[in-house]
């Protein structure tokens, strides 16, 4: 029996614009984890557009059997099984990675989850290793365009854990776990991409 695939329209849109900002920060990764990799598709394409690296794809549970259909049918060398992580309750993988990517995750987990997941980086990351945080976020506590406020509306509504972060607070908890901002990457419909390096 075939898996269904699931299918995310935001993927297909915004893949190539965060491909662009990849390029450049990845050439001499070889490993790269990605935290709530959602239907797998954006694993699919990143981990063939970088064919040098092996892409490791992770979420919770729930998720890893549309992502195994995506990786199944994709049939790429550079594309791991999917693993399960919670970033509150681990486990967290033992093996370190070269960077990690996350993209449309923290506007819908909460605050503590939110924490959970940047404090955990650091245990598997390496030394200089980088981190990309994709998605909308606020600054100076303030929306960037209507359509965010709306958006994050919407998103209390159904969950009021969730919501649209602070720029100033995610990075405060990146600089406590030793990762400097290098870059914040303007991109399509209010989104931004952020980049952490961690020290070494």
């Excluded at 990143?46 to 995506?70: C, E, K, M, N, T």
């Excluded at 370190?96 to 959970?116: G, L, P, Q």
């Excluded at 365009?145 to 990075?171: V, Y």
């Amino acid at each position: 029996m075939v898996q269904h695939k699931p299918f995310s329209q935001a993927c297909e849109e915004n893949k190539i614009p965060i491909l662009g900002v990849l390029r450049g920060y990845l050439a001499n990764a070889r490993t790269v984890l990605e935290i709530g990799s959602g239907t797998g598709q954006h694993a699919v394409f990143f981990a063939a557009a970088f064919p040098h690296l092996v892409w490791q794809a992770s979420d919770v549970p729930g998720y890893l059997p549309g992502i195994r259909a995506w990786i199944e049918e994709a049939g790429l060398p550079n594309l791991s099984p999917p693993f399960a992580l919670e970033v509150t309750g681990g486990p967290w993988p033992e093996d370190r990675f070269d960077a990690i990517f996350s993209a449309n995750t923290a506007h819908i987990m909460s605050e503590t989850e939110v924490a959970a997941m940047l404090r955990g980086l650091p245990k598997v990351l390496t030394p200089g290793g980088m981190f990309a945080l994709y998605g909308p976020f606020n600054y100076g506590g303030r929306y960037t365009s209507e359509s965010n406020a709306r958006f994050d509306t919407w998103l209390k509504a159904n969950d009021p854990r969730s919501g649209i972060k602070d720029f100033e607070w995610l990075d405060e908890l990146a600089r406590e776990g030793g990762l400097r901002l290098l870059a914040d990457h303007e991109m399509p419909v209010n989104n931004r991409t952020l980049v952490w390096r961690l020290e070494a």
